[in-house]
């Protein structure tokens, strides 16, 4: 199932790109070295970056078939805690990260179910 490892892949590097966006964003309003600083970062794009390991270890995994598991349902914590922030006139970032979030329990369920990671001569499935 070739679709929902690049469905997992495309996911996981928007979950990149929004947690750069978070960080970029509240840089100016909170400094890395302070207090502050150092919880909002902890908070905001620290599990975005996380999970995107995680889903990536999972799509990379041999025979970890918990590690795949563990993925779907923090994919679909992401989502569930996402969704209330999306509404009308929400930040752009609070509309995607719902999408991202779906997208990547999508591709980690697809992987998970079709036996995870599949590799040919050291390369993955073509």
Do not use: K
């Not at 929902?4 to 890395?32: D, W």
């Not at 995107?52 to 598991?69: E, K, S, Y």
């Not at 369920?109 to 073509?126: C, I, K, P, Q, S």
């Amino acid at each position: 199932m070739r679709a929902f490892r690049v469905v997992l892949r495309v996911g996981v590097l928007l979950c990149l790109a929004a947690a750069a966006v978070i960080l970029v964003a509240q840089s100016g309003e909170y400094p890395g070295r302070t207090a502050a600083g150092l919880r909002v970062a902890a908070t905001e794009p620290l599990p975005l970056a996380l999970l995107a390991w995680l889903d990536l270890a999972a799509l990379h995994a041999r025979g970890a078939r918990w590690l795949r598991v563990a993925a779907v349902v923090a994919n679909l914590a992401l989502f569930a805690v996402t969704v209330p922030d999306a509404r009308a006139g929400a930040p752009p970032v609070s509309l995607a990260l719902p999408v991202v979030a779906a997208l990547m329990a999508i591709g980690a369920a697809g992987v998970a179910w079709a036996g995870g990671a599949r590799r040919t001569r050291g390369l993955d499935e073509r």
